[in-house]
């Protein structure tokens, strides 16, 4: 069930696994995280390709974000860039040469060579 005055709608983000787990975890670490705790994901203008994500928790949602929830994890996300990442799997890769949040985002078209920011 969603809290009041958040929009819940059919999963357009996706959580791996993976993903889901570590979210879970970080949140958790948050000493002021409470039952709608979460993250939200956007994206904001910049970087050499025009577009970067953005990540970073959330403690108390917008009362127009949508709620998208996986696996125990919370992401919120505002409408305006959900036009940007509608049907995006967020994944958690954790490999010799990277460890971090990767967005699998069909939309987009293009990354920077350092993988910072991208174009649709």
Known sequence: MAEPGVTTAEPA?????????????????????????????????????????????????????????EGGAKVYVDPKSLLYLNGTTLDFVDTFQQKGFKFLNPQQRSECGCGESFSV
């Not at 956007?42 to 403690?59: A, Q």
């Open 13 to 69: 983000i996706h959580l791996t696994p993976k993903a889901a787990a570590k979210i879970r975890e970080q949140v958790a670490k948050r000493p002021q995280a409470g039952p709608q705790s979460g993250i939200r994901v956007g994206v904001k203008g910049g970087g050499c390709s025009g577009l970067s994500y953005v990540i970073e928790f959330c403690d108390q949602p917008r009362s127009r974000d949508r709620l998208f929830e």
